[in-house]
């Protein structure tokens, strides 16, 4: 069995003159090796990277998991 549970970034979106990058939990479970083997999983976003003139600032969506859980997970 192969079980992960990562978070990682999305891929940027530039709108309005700002860069907001997605950031997302993802997680899933494999039975086996073989492709053919079924598994499940999920994605749950967790909130964004908002680049902008001012700085570099991350909303959550989920006030219990705010940058410092996000950037302990975080896989780059």
């Not at 997680?27 to 086996?32: E, I, P, Q």
């Not at 969506?61 to 302990?72: C, I, N, Q, R, Y």
Request: no cysteine; aromatic share 10%.
């Amino acid at each position: 069995m192969i079980a992960k549970d990562a978070v990682r970034l999305g891929n940027p979106v530039e709108a309005a003159g700002r860069v907001l990058t997605p950031v997302l939990r993802i997680r899933y479970t494999v039975a086996g090796a073989d492709p053919g083997v079924g598994g499940f999983g999920s994605v749950e976003p967790l909130g964004l990277v908002l680049e902008e003139a001012g700085g570099t600032f991350f909303y959550a969506f989920d006030l219990l998991k705010g940058w410092e859980w996000v950037s302990a997970r975080l896989e780059v």
